[in-house]
């Protein structure tokens, strides 16, 4: 059955770096788009970002632009986020997700497998 694996969380304060990865099984997993989620305490969960099949196209959430990249390695089935210049606002519990069909921020419902999250949280 498909997985989807976290890794890489903790805390950190700000300004610092963190570096998330993802590792999916049990699908072909260069056969989906792949993305980031994050809730945030009290808050609905938002996309963070999002890359396509094979890794062409990337797109981030206005908040993160410029200090989260987003890649993929489809040989190792692995996705990574790289976040520098971490704030206080980014600390929340991020999500890994795959999708066969486009992939988007905006709808959650195209997200067909959802890994379990991983903490990440920055101290002022």
């Known amino acids: 059955w498909a997985q989807l694996d976290e890794s890489g969380g903790g805390s950190v304060q700000a300004g610092g770096s963190v570096t998330l990865s993802c590792v999916g099984t049990?699908?072909?997993?260069?056969?989906?788009?792949m993305a980031w989620f994050r809730q945030r305490p009290g808050k609905e969960r938002e996309g963070v970002s999002c890359?396509?099949?094979?890794?062409?196209?990337?797109y981030y959430q206005d908040s993160v632009k410029g200090r989260f990249t987003i890649s993929r390695d489809n040989g190792k089935n692995t996705m990574t986020l790289q976040m520098n210049g971490l704030k206080p606002e980014d600390s929340a519990m991020y999500y890994c997700?795959?999708?066969?069909?486009?992939?988007?921020?905006?709808?959650?419902?195209?997200?067909?497998?959802w890994g379990q999250g991983i903490q990440v949280t920055v101290f002022p």
């Open positions: 997700a795959a999708t066969s069909g486009y992939c988007s921020l905006k709808d959650q419902q195209r997200f067909n497998y």
């Open positions: 049990g699908f072909r997993f260069d056969d989906y788009g």
């Open positions: 890359i396509s099949l094979t890794g062409g196209s990337k």
